[in-house]
């Protein structure tokens, strides 16, 4: 079975830092998914990355993929409140463990 | 565009009842799945059909879950009888299909809103 592991499972951060998350994966994938969740809410699909090296950015989120070394990487900058959320890598269809994030002001 | 449906959206029921969620995906989507998303944890698939056939259910616990999509379209997943720890989000999802040269493979999943399942 695929595995699908994130680290950190949580992460404080006060407002203007940047940070890394980071998606291992145990089986060569085509494409990587991340998604985000609110509390109480159901989840919203932030990228997908469908092959080595694909960056992609969105406001303050930038993913990237790295196929070779099963490893994906979500990245924050300069975080803002808006951002606490519950982000979840995925690949097929089988879900990380999921990084709860919190930004302190 | 209509996302995915589901109901009911809260659902409290006592072990050993039977419990029934709806689904109905995006209009065009051929790919629907089920997922179960236990608190404090990632989404585990259930099951996932295209159109009416079962693609994956190997994860689905076929001595008390079941799942039908009988016209391509919605589709129900059913719990009988529950345990308290089936007390969990179920999840629905639809995907388009792509045909690529490489082969089949499925786009991006949009969710549905969830059904809270509590089991006393």
């Known amino acids: 079975e695929l595995k699908v592991e994130q680290n950190p499972l949580f992460l404080s951060m006060q407002e203007g830092k940047n940070y890394t998350i980071y998606c291992n994966y145990s089986t060569t994938s085509d494409r990587l998914y991340w998604y985000r969740q609110d509390p109480g809410k159901s989840l919203e699909s932030l990228f997908v990355l469908l092959s080595n090296g694909a960056v992609k950015q969105e406001g303050r989120l930038m993913a990237s993929l790295d196929t070779k070394a099963r490893l994906s990487t979500l990245h924050i900058t300069a975080a803002v409140h808006d951002l606490s959320a519950t982000y979840f890598c995925a690949v097929q269809f089988y879900f990380g463990t999921g990084t709860s994030l919190t930004v302190i002001p | 565009e209509a996302g995915v449906a589901q109901s009911p959206r809260y659902k409290i029921i006592e072990k050993r009842q039977s419990v029934a969620f709806w689904c109905n995906p995006i209009?065009?989507?051929?790919?629907l799945y089920w997922y179960q998303q236990i608190l404090g944890q990632g989404p585990k698939l259930l099951i996932q059909?295209?159109?009416?056939?079962?693609?994956?259910d190997s994860q689905l616990p076929k001595d008390r879950f079941s799942a039908e999509r009988l016209k391509g379209v919605d589709s129900t997943l059913k719990i009988q009888p529950a345990k308290l720890e089936d007390s969990a989000v179920y999840l629905c999802?639809?995907?388009?299909?792509?045909?690529?040269?490489?082969?089949?493979?499925?786009?991006?999943?949009?969710f549905g809103p969830g059904t809270r399942l509590t089991v006393l």
């Open positions: 059909f295209q159109n009416n056939g079962v693609v994956d």
């Open positions: 209009s065009g989507h051929a790919t």
């Open positions: 999802a639809s995907s388009l299909v792509l045909w690529t040269s490489g082969g089949i493979s499925t786009d991006t999943q949009y």
